[in-house]
C-alpha cells in the first residue's frame, strides 16, 4: 500500500520544468514532462551533486546543469556513456494534485541519502 | 579452484589487463596492492587536468567502486615489501604474507630527477602524478615556475600552468624542442607558438645549481650565472622504471624488468605490464603500446596464445593552439631524402623523411590534417614512388583509387588504437557499429572514442567509412544534435523560409526525430525563433539553460551569482552602498570585481535571489545579464572626461550603447567596449565589437575575443559622429541575430561569412537592420529582474517543505 502525500497542483511545477521538495535529509526534484506525467528523484546528478531540478527537460529525460549528463527520469540511470544513478521514488498526479509516498521518502531518510 | 592473481600497482597498463582479463571472463580471485591511496586514473590525461580543460573526477578510469563490483581485493596505499619466488607468497607493508599463483608487476616508473645541488628543497618536484598536478594548480597567477625539460611532458606542464596565469619559464639542454620528435625548423615553430603564450623559453640551457632560502626553492641558476627565480621548479626530464621490486626478487632486470613476446618474466609465474617493462630492448612511456601489453599479458593469463609486437609509434602534443604530430624516425641519415614544405604565413610546416621510395618518418606542424595518413604510410612501408610530386600535399591530392585514404583505415588491424584518451581500439568502435551506432555522436557515446581531446574524431568517421561503405557519408557539416540530420544554417533557413513561428513547428516541418528535442536544440532553437519573430514568438523558459531561465548564474555547487548593471562602468556611492547592504544581507561570501567592470556577488542561494534582486531595483539597479547569451557589458576607459590623450567622450557613448543595446539576446555573450584614443585601454580590440575614438571620429571593429580564442577585431568602418557609430554597431548586431549559428561568437560567424559581406550588408541593408533591432528591443528591452520579483518570485521556493514532518 502506498501512503500519497499531497505536494501541491500539477500546475505549480511548469510544464518541462521541475520543483524541489525538502526533506529532512535533503532535497527530491519533482518534474513534469511535456505529456503532464510526474517523476520524483534526488536532486543530485550522481557525476557532481548538480541540482538536476535546474536542469532542461526533454522526452523522460533531464539534463544536468552542470556538466550536462543526461539522467533518465524513469529509472535515475546516466544516459549514454556516463555510469551512475540517482534514486528515483513513487510519484503521480490525481485530480490535478502531485502525489508523493510518504514512506518511501521516509525510507530514504532512514537509508541517509546524501542532500 | 580459482586461481590467485596478485597485481602491484593500479595504472593505466593493469587497469586495461584486468578490464580485459574481466571481459574474457577469467576465474581469478584478484588482489590489487597500489602505492598510490587511488585506484586508476587516465594519466595522460593529467595534463588537461592542469590547464583547467577537465577535472581530476573526469579522468578517473577504475574508481573503488568498479573494482569491487568485479571481487578485486584493493589494498590502496599499500606497498609490496618483498618476493618470496619459492614460497609463491609476497609481504605487505604491513607484514601481512599472501599466497599467489600468478603475480603480475605493474610497478610503472619514477621521474627522472638530475642530481643538481638543490635537488632536495622544498618546491622541487616532478611531473608524475596527481599530487604533483595538485600543485602546479595551487601555484596560482603571477607566481613564477622554471620547468627542466622541454619535451614533450615539459611543455604540457609549462602550457597547463601558463593557462593558469603563471610566469612560467621552460628551461631545455639541448638546441630545440622536443628534439627526440621535432627536427629544428618544427622546433622553431612550436617554440614561437609557446612564446605568443608567454612561456620564456630557454633552449641550449645547462642547469647548474637550484637555490633555495630556508629550505624552499628561491631560484635557478644556469651554467652561464643567468638565475631564473621561481616559486616552483618541475623536473620533468625522462622516466625510469621502477625495477627495485623486481630486482629485489632476484628477476631478470635491465633498463626495465625483462619480459618475452607473453610478457611473462624470467619467472614463468611472473608477468609484467607497462612502464616497468624491457622488451627487445625497448622501454615504453606511451599509452597505446602499453594497452597491446595489458591485453597479450590477460591473454596469457587466460592461457590464449598471444604476442606483443613493438610497432610505430606517433605523438601529438596536447597544448591546446599548438598542433604538432610526429611519428617515425626522420634523422640524417646516409640514402636519406627530405620532402620539405613550409608555408611561413600561415606557420605550415611538414617534412618527410624517405628512404628507398618509403615514407621513414613525418613531422607536422599548423596543419596536421593529414597525419593518419602519412602514419599509415610509415607503417605499411607502402611504396610512394608514384606520388612523390605531390606525396606533400597530402591525400587529396593524390588521384586513384590506390591512393584512398580509407585504405590506410581499412587496414588497420582491430586491436590498432584510435582514441588514445580512453584507449579505444578500431574493433570496439566495429563491435558500436555492427550494434547500431552508424554516426559520430553514437559510437562516441557508445564507446566513448573521440569524447575526450577530440584529435581523433577524424580517424573515427573514416573506421565509420571504411565499415557502413556507402550508408556513411562524412557529415559536411555537424546536425544540431541527435534529434535532427539538419544543421543550425538549415534550420535557420526553414525557419524564415517557411515562417516556423514556433517550436512546435519547427519539429514538425524539419522532422525532428524526438517528441521535444533536447538540452542541445532547444536552446538554439528557441533563440532563432525570438530573433526572427519578435512579435509573434513567445519566449520559452524551458528552452532556456538555467542562466537564462533564472537571470543569475548557477555556481558548481549549485548557488547563484548575481551582477547588477553598472552602465558603461560608472557607479555612484549610493549604489555601491546598495551593494554592499545586499551583500550583507543575503550573506554573500564573495564580491568580486568582474573582466568587464562590474561587481559580482558570488554564492547566493537560489531562493534568495528574488529578494537580492529587490533590494537591487528599489537602489535603482537593473540585472547585468551577466549570465546570458545577450549584450553583457560596455566596457570604457575615461575619455576626455579626465584623461589627457581622450579624443571623445568614450564613458558618454559606453553609457549610451549599453542603454540602447541591453537586453538584447544574441547568439552568444556579446561585449563592447570604447576606447577613448588608440591607447585603447579599455581593450576594445578583443571584444565582440570594439570602438577606438580618434580625432576624426570613431573606429568600429568586430570579431574579437579573448575566450577560448584570443582574437583581435578586424575594422568594420570610420563614422565622424557617435549617432551613426551607435546605428552601424545596432546594425552588425542585428545582421549577427539574424545570422548566426547559436553559440557562434562573432568572430566565428565572421570567418564563415566574411568581413566583406558584413561591410557590404551593413552599407546596404543598414536601416532595415536598424529597424528590426528596434522592433525586437521593444519587446526585450526590459528587466528581467524586476518581472521574475513581481510575477514570479514564487517558483524560487521549493514546492514543499516537509523538512518539518517529524520523521518517527
Known sequence: ?115 | MTQKLIVIGAGMATGRMLEDLFDAGAAYDVTLFNAEPRGNYNRIMLSPVLSGEKTYDEIVTHDASWYESHGVTCRFGERIVAIDRAAKTVTAQNGDVLSYDKLVFGTGSNPFMIPLPGHDLNGVIAYRDLEDTQRMMDLGPAHKCVVIGGGLLGLEAAAGMAARGVDVTVVHIMGHLMERQLDEAAGYLLRKALVDKGITVKCSANSSEILGENGQVRALRLDDGTELPCDLLVMAVGIRPNVKLAQDAGLMVGRGVHVDDQMVTSDADVLAVGECVEHDGAIFGLVAPLYDQARVAAQTLMNTPAQFVQKELSTKLKVTGCDLFSAGDFADAEGREDIVFRDPARGVYRRLVIEENVVKGAVMYGDTSDSNWFFGLIRDKTDISEMRDTLIFGPAFQGGAPLDPLAAVAALPRDAEICGCNGICKGQIEDAIATGATDLGAVRSTTKASGSCGTCTGLVEQVLAVTLGDDFVVPAAASICGCTDMTHEDVRRMIKSQKLTSMAAVWQECGWKTSCGCHLCRPALNFYLLADWPLDYKDDPQSRFINERKHANIQKDGTFSVVPRMWGGITTPDELRAIADAADRYGVPTVKVTGGQRIDLLGVRGEDLPDIWADLNAAGMVSGHAYSKGLRTVKTCVGTDHCRFGTQDSTGLGIKLEKELWGSWTPHKLKLAVSGCPRNCAEATCKDIGVICVDSGYQISIGGAAGMDVRETELLMQVPTEQEAIEAIKAVTQLYRENAKYLDRIYKWKDKVGLEWIKERVDTDGPALVARFEISQSIYRKDPWADHVETKAQRYQPLANLSLEAAE
Open chain 1, 1 to 115: 500500500m502506498n501512503d500519497w502525500i499531497d505536494i501541491a497542483p500539477l500546475e505549480d511545477v511548469p510544464l518541462r520544468g521541475a520543483r524541489m521538495v525538502k526533506t529532512p535529509l535533503g532535497c527530491v526534484a519533482v518534474f513534469r514532462t511535456a505529456s503532464h506525467e510526474v517523476f520524483a528523484l534526488d536532486n543530485a546528478c550522481p557525476h557532481k551533486a548538480g541540482p538536476l531540478a535546474e536542469g532542461i527537460v526533454h522526452g523522460k529525460s533531464v539534463t544536468c546543469p552542470l556538466h550536462n549528463w543526461v539522467i533518465s527520469l524513469e529509472t535515475g540511470e546516466a544516459q549514454g556513456a556516463d555510469d551512475g544513478r540517482v534514486a528515483t521514488y513513487p510519484a503521480k498526479v490525481s485530480d490535478g494534485r502531485i502525489l508523493l509516498d510518504r514512506a518511501f521518502l521516509r525510507a530514504r531518510a532512514t537509508a541517509g541519502v546524501p542532500a
